[in-house]
């Protein structure tokens, strides 16, 4: 499957959406507008609702330096580092659009055309086919994502350093998409939905408890003490016993993209004065159960029960015969409200980012949830749909 670019009415075509009938219009200044991570979004909300997006700087710097360490404006490659400019924004590309977010695939899009696609080689047109079919795999369906299909990404010239850069991608922009969803909310319209693709299919992992659960890489991971000064300091700011962590020690081969994931990841999960919200645990136990992210959904449905959370309801979520359908089902039949609303609002944010609309944060609101406690609930949702793809992609989990 070779990438492919096409001239038709001033549009451009990326290689997944060659087979539709309408097309992207390219907007040259989606690629130069000067934030990239909310693409001025913010600037058109109420007055109130901007310094609500405001107030969360220190999310929003870590953010924005993320989206610049994995999409620099220039890029040089090497032995250990073979993703180049190209194979980062056509894969950016590529999960904005079935996240569905119009004005994402214009960003990704209006950066990408100017750049010159790699040469028509048999090599060169697997690379690109096994990079974009993993993209899409993993921004839809991430329970399908085996330990053979980063073997195949070895297969195609991809370093370890690449498997997890380019994971870290893919989940930033999985995130990226479902914050811009809701902005969207805010300004009162839904994110806007390209022709073409159909709402991915439920997870239908098994398996989910509270129970003490192990993770262990699928790939080398970096030896702290042969590390480099640059990953050893990322590794002792990020957590006291990083050195220890498989999950940590395997990041790390992409220092700069795990500090600024770890500074996003507290900025969100650990904002106001209550670090252990029932709310913002029961959107990441919620967001990784759709997801079928097995371990996230245990840990975040222990600190929700220690949040002062209803067991009820996490024993209900985590029944095996409900499956896919358990958040729905369990959704549709609570009869606390702020519960349903919750629940409600974060099926829609992970799994149609693009049919997010001003609904859902009415619901939030009508239950009782302040905007401060929405925003959270919302952007935790947001964080998991990164998350859970590097937990489930980079590693296996296992019983104790």
Aim: aromatic share 8%.
């Amino acid at each position: 499957m070779e990438q492919q670019r096409k001239a038709a009415h001033s549009g451009w075509y990326h290689e997944t959406q060659s087979s539709q009938q309408g097309h992207l219009p390219l907007d040259p200044h989606a690629a130069l507008i000067q934030d990239r991570f909310l693409l001025g979004l913010e600037n058109q909300l109420d007055p109130t609702l901007r310094q609500l997006i405001n107030d969360r700087h220190g999310l929003l710097r870590a953010s924005r330096a993320c989206y610049d360490t994995l999409f620099p404006d220039s890029l040089s490659i090497s032995r250990t580092e073979t993703l180049s400019l190209y194979d980062r924004l056509s894969s950016a590309l590529t999960v904005a659009q079935v996240s569905g977010v119009q004005c994402l695939c214009s960003h990704y899009a209006a950066r990408l055309a100017p750049l010159s696609s790699p040469d028509a080689s048999r090599e060169s047109n697997i690379r690109q086919t096994h990079i974009t079919q993993f993209a899409r795999l993993l921004a839809t369906q991430p329970t399908l994502i085996t330990a053979p299909m980063l073997n195949q990404l070895y297969d195609v010239g991809l370093s370890t350093r690449d498997i997890v850069t380019f994971t870290q991608l893919i989940g930033f922009v999985s995130y990226q998409a479902r914050v811009l969803a809701v902005l969207n909310g805010l300004r009162g319209r839904a994110a806007a939905v390209l022709p073409g693709f159909p709402s991915p299919e439920g997870c239908e992992q098994k398996g989910f408890s509270l129970a003490m659960l192990h993770w262990t890489s699928r790939l080398p991971e970096v030896v702290p003490e042969t590390a480099s000064r640059h990953q050893q300091d990322v590794l002792d700011l990020i957590a006291p016993d990083a050195r220890s962590s498989s999950f940590y020690t395997l990041l790390v081969h992409d220092a700069d993209a795990l500090s600024e994931f770890s500074a996003v990841f507290n900025n969100i999960m650990q904002a106001g004065e209550r670090p252990k919200a029932g709310w913002r645990e029961l959107s990441a136990v919620t967001t990784s159960q759709l997801n079928g992210c097995l371990y996230c959904a245990g840990i975040h449905g222990r600190l929700y029960l220690e949040a002062g959370g209803d067991e009820t309801l996490i024993d209900e979520l985590f029944k095996e015969n409900h499956r896919d359908d358990a958040v729905d089902y369990v959704s549709q039949k609570r009869a606390d409200a702020k519960e349903a609303a919750l629940l409600e609002a974060v099926i829609t944010l992970t799994r149609t980012p693009e049919r997010f609309d001003a609904r859902r944060l009415h619901g939030l609101s009508d239950a009782g949830y302040s905007a401060t406690q929405s925003l959270d609930i919302l952007l935790t949702a947001a964080l998991f749909s990164w998350s859970n793809r590097l937990i489930q992609t980079l590693g296996d989990t296992l019983n104790k």
